[in-house]
């Protein structure tokens, strides 16, 4: 019993940053997709803020937050909105190391 927990366990910690990435990434895209509507719309895009709180709330603790928040103001003046591939890279700059998660 304690060699199986052992091998779940290990397999856990190998998983850990696919399964980072993945779940970052599909936070990063709602949160993309969430902004092109609201630029569409001509409304006031979501603030950096909210996806931070977002991205806490789904249980990471990152120090790049502030990247983050600076991108996001890169993209509000340029008047476009971010890319989930960009955000993701900032949020992990680790991240290239994987391939780019398909949301469907």
């Not at 970052?24 to 979501?46: F, K, M, N, T």
């Amino acid at each position: 019993m304690n060699a199986l927990r052992a091998r779940v366990y290990a397999l856990r910690r190998k998983m850990a940053r696919p399964l980072a990435v993945l779940r970052l990434y599909r936070l990063a895209y709602e949160y993309c997709i969430q902004y092109h509507a609201a630029l569409v719309d001509r409304l006031d895009p979501p603030d950096a803020h909210t996806f931070n709180l977002r991205v806490v709330s789904a249980g990471f603790r990152l120090p790049t937050f502030m990247a983050v928040h600076k991108y996001l103001e890169r993209c509000l003046s340029r008047g476009a909105g971010p890319d989930p591939d960009d955000l993701l890279r900032t949020l992990l700059p680790w991240s290239w190391r994987y391939p780019t998660p398909q949301i469907d």
